[in-house]
């Protein structure tokens, strides 16, 4: 009977301990931050930006592939067009087409317009901040996740270089894949949707 009560009295201890320190780091801080990209690009974004890149290439159909001649005529608001542009060829080159570099020698003219391709960063802590008053005190983090998202959105129209018509509609091609690490206390985990970890 004594060994139960003394085993209820260290659990209710330990269930106290954890209460305490959920309450004491919990009232220390809890944000929430947003970013957009960075550049120099790290790699784990490196690897969800090509990652998501390499879906929205997937999506995109183009009638007779097979050893017909395509001219890609790609746009965008970013310096990365040439990157979307690249990954599209190697995707259709995959699938048997011929890319050539001028328009006239093209059974179709794939225009691509990259209407999105970047990433979107949150982090969520809650915990004590580090701070650098008279003692330097480091980051106590209870819980912390950092959410990392990449998307692109491709939207493209083939027409048919010699009448200029276009075949089918215009559609769009857009994928997103996603990173996050989480930390607790000092255990740190991660998981990402297929994009592999640098």
Do not use: H
Not at 36 to 59: C, I, M, N, V
Not at 135 to 141: D, G, L, N
Not at 154 to 166: A, C, E, N, P, Q
Not at 175 to 190: A, D, E, Y
């Amino acid at each position: 009977m004594s060994d139960a009560r003394g085993t209820n009295v260290r659990q209710f201890g330990v269930l106290v301990m954890c209460a305490c320190a959920v309450t004491v780091l919990g009232n220390g801080c809890a944000t929430t931050k947003y970013r957009d990209t960075e550049t120099p690009r790290g790699a784990t974004e490196q690897l969800l930006l090509s990652t998501a890149a390499e879906r929205s290439a997937t999506k995109i159909t183009v009638p007779d592939v097979l050893g017909v001649p395509l001219y890609l005529d790609v746009t965008g608001f970013t310096k990365d067009a040439e990157f979307a542009k690249e990954t599209v060829a190697s995707e259709l080159l995959a699938r048997g087409a011929v890319i050539v570099t001028e328009a006239t020698k093209a059974t179709y003219t794939v225009k691509i317009l990259v209407q999105a391709f970047g990433t979107d960063q949150k982090e969520w802590f809650l915990g004590i901040p580090a701070m650098t008053a008279i003692v330097p005190i480091p980051e106590i983090a209870l819980l912390k996740q950092r959410r990392q998202t990449a998307r692109s959105r491709l939207r493209y129209t083939v027409i048919d270089t010699r009448t200029g018509r276009i075949v089918g509609q215009a559609q769009e091609a857009k994928s997103k894949t996603t990173s996050i690490r989480w930390t607790v206390l000092f255990f740190t985990f991660k998981w990402s949707d297929g994009a592999a970890q640098p």
